[in-house]
């Protein structure tokens, strides 16, 4: 049902472009969004879709280096990371099935209700 892309090594200061491909979903019914985990922490939230508009919520850390991105024609949402840090390194994970609208606290930060996720991507930011 998603299928998460774009992980890699990158130095810090840099650029990578998460992809996550939805199948079988129309994602204008429901919230979808980004997560992330480090090794030896818990889940967090990233940033996620939560309208049919494109309303967006980003984890208050985050905002100004990541910016998240919809394209209806493909079904695809897009992760967009800026001037990487070493403590963004984790994995990704992508995850849809909250009918819009959304509690973002409960949604986009914590993933409840978020029936669908998909494999993670390895993002590791390093010298």
């Known amino acids: 049902l998603l299928q998460a892309s774009g992980g890699g090594l990158v130095q810090p200061g840099g650029s990578l472009r998460l992809s996550c491909a939805a199948s079988?979903?129309?994602?204008?019914?429901?919230?979808i969004g980004w997560f992330r985990q480090a090794p030896g922490k818990e889940r967090e939230g990233v940033s996620c879709?939560?309208?049919?508009?494109?309303?967006?919520y980003y984890a208050d850390s985050l905002k100004g280096r990541f910016t998240i991105s919809r394209d209806n024609a493909k079904n695809t949402v897009y992760l967009q990371m800026n001037s990487l840090k070493p403590e963004d390194t984790a994995v990704y994970y992508c995850?849809?099935?909250?009918?819009?609208?959304?509690?973002?606290?409960?949604?986009?930060?914590?993933?409840?209700?978020?029936?669908?996720w998909g494999k993670g991507t390895l993002v590791t930011v390093s010298s």
């Open positions: 995850a849809t099935g909250a009918p819009v609208p959304v509690d973002t606290i409960v949604v986009c930060s914590l993933g409840y209700g978020m029936d669908y």
């Open positions: 079988g979903l129309n994602l204008d019914y429901y919230a």
């Open positions: 879709i939560i309208s049919s508009d494109d309303n967006t």
